[in-house]
């Protein structure tokens, strides 16, 4: 099985937003809800930003949000801080009864 | 508070075994499934292996089936992975993952720290 596809790096000014993509197939990511993010700082674990494509866990941000069209799942991340400078993977259950992680996207706020 | 800690990594030779222990606290352990997940340090992150929270279903990843086994003692509040023939591209830090239900479609809602595992000669 192939890594989801991401973006390998993308970047925004303050304020802004930013957009990450994750393309997969109709076997994971287009076949089931279960796609979710998660954000890594350097040397820490990764926290996890959004589940079932758009839900967000208690505590994070709604700056962060998440949707999916097809078999591309995206987050969003709106009024860009300098905090939200970290590597960002996402996943996704497959009907392998398997999960896939995408290959990260580094995010670099300006 | 959730608690993972991982225990049981270290620098092991091409082709021996390693277990992985993993010691839950701050939730009901056996209300969620768990999974393992790795990481080369300075590369991505990928999924290992999942366990449901009875042990009735048990999900690998194709680069370890047949080479790793996941179990979990709920009466121990434990999760461990026992790794055999051990390859150089085995090298990581592995994460133990609590997900979000009892099964293994739910997201990891919660990580431990990891443990390093080096194989080398």
Known sequence: QSALTQPASV??????SITISCTGTSSDVGGYTYVSWYQQHPGKAPKLMIYDVSQRPSGVSNR??????????SLTISGLQAEDEADYYC???TSSITWLFGGGTKLTVL | EVQLVESGGGLVQPGRSLR????????TFDDYAMHWVRQVPGKGLEWVSGISWNSGTLGYADSVKGRFTISR??????????????????TALYYCAKASGTTLRGAYADWGQGTLVTVSS
């Open chain 1, 11 to 16: 970047s925004g000014s303050p304020g802004q």
């Open chain 1, 64 to 73: 962060f949000s998440g949707s999916r069209s097809g078999n591309t799942a």
């Open chain 1, 91 to 93: 996943t996704s259950y």
């Open chain 2, 20 to 27: 992985l222990s993993c010691a839950a606290s701050g939730f």
């Open chain 2, 73 to 90: 003692d709920n009466a121990k509040d434990s999760l461990y992975l026992q790794m055999n023939g051990l390859r150089p591209e085995d």
